[in-house]
């Protein structure tokens, strides 16, 4: 076993403040680590900064001031030239699923394979391989409309999966979702964490935060309360 002063850090934020062009501070000082292998939840109130936090890190937005390390290489100066490098090395699940309509679940797992410019057989065995993790195997020729929305999600989580990121960022993944699909997504996390993925998960949802021993970062106000 590594002493924890030797583990590797994944994502290391160090007095991050945040302001858009038009609002006063929407993060203020946000100081926080997350190890590799972890599974953490951003909780707190609408508005609190949960968004804007997990948009820093594929550099969807830039903070302020601060630091902010990924794999213990900061990324608030990288150029946009660098930014599709860093997000090959992140899986994002939204609320909205943000699904492609009008292509197969199976066109739209690959969708950041073909990005990365990987061939027909190899995208077929990893697509397969992350549709057969979420329970889709065998709906890959079906069109996102044609699927519950607990099966919607799913093909996002798939697609957020499939090129093996380092870190997988939800944002109100279950925001959608009925209590007992959305605490089956929350089991599919906590397996993807069980064989050492990590994951950072927003959500405002206490009651179903709270069944998972999970650790928690709290957001009020735009500053991290607990968790950092
Ligand atoms: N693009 C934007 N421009 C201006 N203000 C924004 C933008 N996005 C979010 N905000 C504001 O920042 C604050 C935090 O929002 P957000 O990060 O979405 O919080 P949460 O996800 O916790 O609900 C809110 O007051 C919101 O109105
Ligand atoms: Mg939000």
Known sequence: MLSPELRLSMLQFINVSKRYSDSGEV??????????????????????????LLKLIPVIERPNKGQILFEGRPINRISKRQVPLLRRK??????D????????????VALP????????????????AAL????????????????SGGEQQRVGIARAIVHKPS??????????????LASEIMDLFKEFNQVGVTLLVAS????LI?????????????????GG
């Open 27 to 52: 993060l203020s000082d946000v100081s926080f680590q997350l190890e590799k292998g972890e599974m953490a939840f951003l909780t707190g109130h609408s508005g609190a900064g949960k968004s804007t």
């Open 90 to 95: 992140l899986g994002l699940i939204f609320q």
């Open 97 to 108: 699923y943000r699904l492609l309509h009008d292509r197969s679940v199976f066109d739209n």
């Open 113 to 128: 394979l073909l990005v990365a410019g990987y061939g027909q057989q190899e995208t077929a065995r990893r697509v397969r």
């Open 132 to 147: 057969d993790k979420v329970g889709l195997l065998r709906k890959e020729k079906r069109y996102p409309l044609a699927l």
């Open 167 to 180: 870190l997988i960022l939800a944002d109100e993944p279950t925001g959608n979702l009925d209590p007992a």
């Open 204 to 207: 405002h949802n206490l009651d």
């Open 210 to 226: 709270s069944r998972f021993a999970c650790r928690t970062l709290k957001l009020q106000q735009g500053r991290l309360i607990e």
